[in-house]
Structures are given as C-alpha cells and as structure tokens.
C-alpha cells in the first residue's frame, strides 16, 4: 500500500468519525432545546451554583433523551465516541449538555472501551468540571470501576491524586472505590485519606467520611478502628463515616 493510499484512508476514517459525532450532537443539542423550560433553569443554576446557564431540563427527561439518542445514533468507533464525548463536554453551553455527555461515557453499549487509556479524558472532565455533580458521577462510576479492573495501571495514579495541588483529583482519589464494597482496596483507601485527613476544604472533609461511610457497610469493625485510630479526622469526616454505625 502507497504512503497516498493510507493518507487518503486516514482521511476518510477521520471523516466518518467526525460526521457520527456530528450528527450525534446537532441531534443532542436539539432534542435539550426542545425539552428546555426556561422557567426551571435560573432556580437549577442557582440550586448548583453553576456559572454555566441550564436549558431547565430536568433529569428523568435528560435520561429519556439520551437513552433515545444513543439507539439511534450508535457509535462503531471509540474514536468517534471519545471525540462526541470531548466535544459535547469542552463546546457545552449549557450544563445539561455536559451531564449527556458523562450519560454517554456510562453506556452499557461502549463498555468494553472501558480501559485505562481513557483515564485521561476522565481526568479532563473532573479537573475542568470542577463541581461535585460532575465530579462524584465521575470518581465513582467511571474511575472505580477503572481501578478494580485494571489495578496495576491505576492504582498509582490514584496516589499521585491524592497529593495533587487540584482538589477535585484528590476528591476523586478519596471517593472513586465508593461502590467497591468487598473490593474495596483498604491500602489505598488509607493512604488517599491520611493525605488528606489536615486538608479543610468542605468537599475533602465531606468526601473522607463518605467514603468510610459507604466502606461501613461492608466492613464496619474495619472503619470503626479506622476512625478510633485517626484522631485527627476532622469532626465532618468523623460524624460521617459512623453515621450508620
């Protein structure tokens, strides 16, 4: 094969790629205006402390949208899916537009794309996400399952969040094995919080007891002794993770 032929196949490949993601987002974007109520929208702006406006959709509706979006507009490549997800989230006007897009990154019909390569557009979503909403969907749902299956490769990133200067990564490091249960890797989870553990900030003390909280209800004698033998949990963290026990 010619150094022509392979260019002109990059080309076409590129092209179907980029016309998928496009008829998927003209369709996104069209069925949220069509759903928006713009009676809704200040008070949900307001209620998420949000500097991006809403359309005023409301989630059942959202998910309802995106479940019929992604039926009809399936995406073969994860080229193409990566690139309908990075666009829809970095061209967002409205916040809805970035909840489709994290709708997206959780659909059953992609998850064996699921592997540490997309770690880093992860990683772009929560750093300039930078609120809760995204960031929590996000550390528990997309990263967590990220790092049980595959924990080799993410097991030391997730230490070097914890110690990053970016709260939202060491957010995430702290709050990513919420739905481990059993798997719940209590080295790490040690480590991601004893690095934390004099931080002030609200969302990591909030963050901290969440996740004992949550580890509680597997193994309560194990987050019982944790918490005894933390005396420097800030009172937040304390009064969250034994709430339940």
Request: proline residues 4%.
């Given at each position: 094969?010619?150094?022509?032929?392979?260019?002109?196949?990059?080309?076409?490949d590129?092209?179907?790629?980029?016309?998928?993601?496009?008829?998927?987002?003209?369709?996104?974007?069209?069925g949220l205006a069509e759903l928006a109520d713009p009676a809704k929208a200040p008070?949900?702006?307001?209620?998420?402390k949000s500097e991006m406006p809403f359309r005023g959709v409301p989630s059942p509706e959202r998910r309802v949208l995106g479940k019929r979006l992604f039926a009809e507009h399936v995406l073969s490549d994860v080229d193409a899916w990566r690139a309908t997800v990075?666009?829809?989230?970095?061209d967002a006007e409205y916040r809805e537009e970035r909840y489709l897009a994290?709708?997206?990154?959780?659909?059953?019909?992609?998850s064996s794309w699921q592997t540490p390569?997309?770690?880093?557009?992860?990683?772009?979503?929560?750093?300039?996400?930078?609120?809760?909403?995204?960031?929590?969907e996000l550390a528990s749902?997309?990263?967590?399952?990220?790092?049980?299956?595959?924990?080799p490769e993410i097991d030391p990133i997730m230490r070097r969040w914890a110690t990053d200067p970016d709260l939202w990564r060491r957010r995430t490091s702290i709050i990513c094995q919420l739905g481990a249960k059993e798997d719940t890797d209590t080295a790490l989870l040690t480590y991601c919080i004893e690095a934390n553990v004099s931080d002030r900030d609200f969302f990591i003390r909030k963050g901290i007891g969440w996740a004992l909280r949550?580890?509680?209800?597997?193994?309560?004698?194990?987050?019982?002794?944790?918490?005894?033998?933390?005396?420097?949990?800030?009172?937040?963290s304390r009064k969250e993770a034994t709430k339940h026990l």
């Open positions: 094969m010619s150094v022509g032929s392979r260019s002109f196949s990059d080309m076409t590129t092209h179907q790629i980029a016309s998928a993601s496009t008829t998927f987002l003209a369709a996104a974007r069209a008070d949900m702006q307001r209620y998420m990075l666009s829809l989230w970095r994290m709708d997206l990154t959780g659909q059953r019909r992609y390569a997309l770690l880093p557009m992860y990683e772009e979503l929560i750093v300039t996400g930078a609120w809760w909403d995204y960031v929590d749902r997309r990263v967590g399952p990220l790092l049980r299956a595959h924990r949550q580890f509680a209800r597997t193994e309560p004698a194990w987050v019982r002794t944790f918490v005894d033998t933390h005396t420097e949990l800030s009172p937040l």
